[in-house]
């Protein structure tokens, strides 16, 4: 398996690139599973749901599946700090990349989506696990890098990248455990 994380600030563009790779790397051939940091008290379950009146009557986990899907609920009775690498586990074995939004402080190698418009400063010059930067003002950069700059816009570029250097993406499940 394959992990890279996308790391930059809010409104950066990472959920809209992520959404574009997702089909450029079906399109060769390889099975993506994404991994997605929230905040908080999100939800995926609606009132009156049958799901959700189970983890409202006290269930710790409730699995729904059909011959289409399966999605997994697990309430935590506190507070749960769980790291990326908890969430990588959890995935299915026959997956060929992860793809990894938000957990911009992780140890995963990561690309940084910068958009000189946001007004954000750039990541890249003090965090050693952004191998690269995608964005759509590579001339506005803040500081030159020898790391490779990427086109936001071009998401089959970057893909074709990926695919090109994935070797330096391998994920060793025990280093973590």
Do not use: C
């Not at 398996?1 to 790391?7: D, E, L, P, R, S």
């Not at 007004?119 to 790391?147: H, K």
């Amino acid at each position: 398996m394959k992990v890279v994380g996308f790391a930059g600030y809010s409104g950066s563009g990472k959920t809209t690139l992520v959404e574009a790779l997702i089909p450029q790397l079906k399109l060769r051939g390889l099975r993506v599973s994404v991994v997605k940091h929230a905040h908080h008290n999100f939800d995926i379950d609606h009132a009156g749901k049958d799901t959700r009146r189970h983890r409202e009557a006290g269930a710790f986990e409730v699995v729904v599946a059909s011959d289409q899907r399966l999605a997994l609920v697990r309430e935590f009775e506190q507070p749960a700090l769980l790291s990326v690498h908890h969430l990588i586990a959890e995935l299915y074995d026959g997956v060929d990349w992860v793809l990894v939004e938000g957990f911009k402080s992780s140890d995963l190698l990561k690309i940084e989506v910068w958009r000189a418009s946001s007004g954000q400063p750039v990541r890249y010059m003090d965090d050693d696990f952004i191998v690269a930067i995608a964005t759509d003002s590579p001339t506005q950069l803040p500081e030159a890098t020898l790391r490779p700059v990427l086109d936001l816009n071009n998401p089959d570029a970057l893909a074709g990248w990926l695919v090109e250097n994935q070797d330096r993406f391998d994920y060793r499940q025990e280093l973590y455990a």
